[in-house]
C-alpha cells in the first residue's frame, strides 16, 4: 500500500476469474442459447456498469458529483463490487492519476502511448498508482474492507451463485455480464481517447452507459450528468441528496 494502490495479487486473481468467465459464458451459450437470456445479459451487464461504476466508483466516489444516503452508498459499493472490475479504491486511485496526466506518458491507459488493443484489454505499461490520489478513500471503514477482502468477496459470490443456480444461470446473470462490463470500461478508455484526446461518441453510451459523453467529463468532471442523454442522469437524479 505505501507505493501503489493496485494490488497485483488481487489483479491476477481477478483476471483468472475473467478467464472463467469467458469460459462459462461460451459454455452457457453452447450449451443453452438463448436470446431472450442473451438480452437479460446485456441489460445486467449495462446496469452493472451503470450503477455500480458509472455512477458508484465514477461519478460518486472518484468525483463526488452528488451525495448520497449510506445506504445507497453501500449498495453502489455492493454493484461495484460485483462489476468485477476491482476495489473502489483501487478503481479511483487509477481514475484519477488518468484525469491528472491525461493523454500523457504518466496516463495509466492513454492508447496513445499504450497502445489501443493494449487499453481495450486493460493492459497496461504500469500499475504504480500513488496513495496521494485516494487519500480520503483510505479513511473510509466500508472501501478500504471492501478493497482488502475484494476478491474474496467476488469469488464467494461468484461460488454461492454456483450452487445457488449452476454454471448455465450464473453464466447468463453473473459471468456474461461481467465480461461485458470489462469490455465497456475498456473501449472507453481507449476509444473514446483514441486520438490521444477525450471525444465524445454518444453512439457508444448503449454500450457505456453515459461514460461515451467523454469530452463533456473531462471538460467538467464535477458535473453528474455527463451529456443531453445520460441513460444514469435519470438514476442519479432519483437517488441524490
Known amino acids: 500500500m505505501e507505493n501503489t494502490v493496485l494490488d497485483i495479487s488481487t489483479n491476477v486473481k481477478i483476471r483468472s476469474l475473467l478467464v472463467i468467465n469467458h469460459i462459462l459464458g461460451a459454455y452457457a451459450l453452447y450449451t443453452a442459447f438463448s436470446l431472450n437470456y442473451i438480452l437479460l445479459s446485456y441489460v445486467i451487464g449495462f446496469l452493472f456498469g451503470g450503477i455500480g461504476i458509472s455512477i458508484g466508483y465514477h461519478r460518486f466516489f472518484a468525483h463526488k458529483s452528488f451525495e448520497v444516503y449510506t445506504p445507497i452508498k453501500y449498495l453502489l ?21 488518468h484525469h491528472a496526466n491525461s493523454d500523457t506518458d504518466y496516463d495509466p491507459h492513454s492508447p496513445k502511448y499504450n497502445g489501443k488493443l ?5 493492459l497496461w505499461s504500469r500499475y504504480d498508482i500513488k496513495p496521494k490520489y485516494v487519500k480520503t478513500l483510505l479513511n473510509d471503514k466500508s472501501l478500504k474492507l471492501q478493497h482488502k477482502y475484494y476478491f474474496e468477496l467476488l469469488f464467494g459470490a461468484f461460488v454461492l451463485s454456483l450452487i445457488a443456480l449452476g454454471p448455465v444461470y450464473t453464466a447468463y446473470f453473473y459471468s456474461i455480464p461481467a465480461v461485458y462490463v470489462f469490455y465497456a470500461t475498456g473501449v472507453v478508455n481507449s476509444i473514446n481517447h483514441w486520438n490521444g484526446k477525450p471525444n465524445n461518441i454518444p453512439l457508444l453510451n448503449v454500450i457505456t452507459s453515459g461514460e461515451s459523453y467523454h469530452l463533456n467529463h473531462h471538460n467538467s468532471v464535477r458535473s453528474w450528468r ?15 441528496k
Not at 83 to 97: L, P, Q, Y
Not at 226 to 240: E, Q, R
Open 226 to 240: 455527463f451529456g443531453k442523454f445520460d441513460p444514469m442522469a435519470p438514476i442519479i437524479w432519483a437517488i441524490k
Open 77 to 97: 459499493l455492493a454493484i461495484g463490487t460485483l462489476s468485477s472490475v476491482g476495489s473502489a479504491i483501487t478503481w479511483v486511485g487509477i481514475h484519477r492519476e
Open 118 to 122: 493494449r487499453t481495450l484489454f486493460h
